[in-house]
């Protein structure tokens, strides 16, 4: 699996982004093995090759968040968000093979008539390739050869849920995976970097355990819940070991946790939508 640190933290009370070390934010993806008692094994980091975008190749200074692998081919790939002020200026999903402990540019994944200034993130793609599409892109949207379908009607109960996982083949022609909806309070507080009082967004997600067909739309959902507590919980991965059902997730971005639970209670959470 992939584990990200980053030199920030989040203060929990006014969501201000504080950097810890120098003045920009960067980050750093490590690579390990997980044993049969899912302990970690022969962590090491991830370098990162350059990227080769127009004229010059792009140097990776900020560097991968939520990068989520997968084994396609013989060989190691993850998909991640990148956002590099010199070369990417607004969050673009990526894809990476990993060779010899360096990640190796693939692809910077986009679909025709893409809104340029808009941010991406959260893609969801099936550990296996599929034939039918690339990546689920949104609640009621697929991308399949860089075009954006649309597979469902849009309703409110898959209103604003967002990827999190890749996809788990069921074997039954449906994917599982976990996705959130983030709930967001608006305060004000006094700063004392900027000398007065400044408006902030507090974070708040919730869970749910999703169920997929093979054709990308999603099906079904379960109740929402939260691992530890309220505020920013992030799950990016997800497997099933002898009908347990492995989630990663981080918790207000400086720590990182597994949980399980059975496969069977995740079937039975789920209902129609």
């Known amino acids: 699996m992939t584990i990200r640190s980053s ?3 989040v203060e929990p009370n006014t ?3 504080v950097v810890t070390t120098g003045d920009k934010i960067k980050n750093k993806v490590y690579f390990c093995e997980l044993n049969s008692d899912l302990e970690i094994e022969n962590l090491r980091e991830i370098k990162f090759d350059s990227i080769p975008l127009a004229d010059e190749d792009l140097k990776v200074v900020r560097g991968a968040e939520d990068a989520k692998v997968f084994w396609r081919n ?4 993850f998909t991640a968000v ?3 002020p010199y070369g990417i200026p607004i969050p673009r999903m990526t894809k990476f093979i990993i060779k010899n402990d360096v990640a190796c540019f693939l692809d910077l994944n986009g679909f025709i008539n893409e809104d340029n200034k808009k941010a991406e993130k959260n893609w969801m793609t099936p550990y296996e390739e599929s034939p039918n599409f690339d990546y689920v892109y949104g609640p009621n ?3 399949k050869d860089r075009e954006l379908i649309t597979v469902r009607d849009l309703n409110d109960e898959i209103k604003n849920f967002r990827g999190g996982s ?6 039954d022609s449906t994917y599982l995976a976990i996705g ?4 967001i309070k608006k305060i004000e507080y006094f700063s004392s970097k900027r000398f007065g009082v400044v ?3 507090l974070r708040n997600y919730e869970h749910r355990f999703a169920r997929y067909d093979y054709y990308g739309k999603l099906i079904q959902l379960s109740e929402p819940f939260q691992f530890i507590s309220g505020g920013i919980e992030f799950a990016a991965g997800l497997v099933v070991l002898d009908n347990q059902v492995v989630v990663s997730f981080g918790k207000n971005d400086v720590a990182s946790y597994l949980a399980s639970i059975n496969l069977d209670k995740v079937m039975e959470m789920l209902r129609d939508v």
């Open 82 to 84: 990148m956002k590099e």
């Open 166 to 171: 890749n996809l788990w083949d069921l074997g």
């Open 74 to 77: 013989g060989s190691w790939h």
């Open 7 to 9: 030199n920030y933290v």
């Open 15 to 17: 969501a201000e982004y």
């Open 199 to 201: 408006g902030a967004e």
């Open 180 to 183: 959130h909806k983030t709930y």
């Open 141 to 143: 949207q697929i991308v």
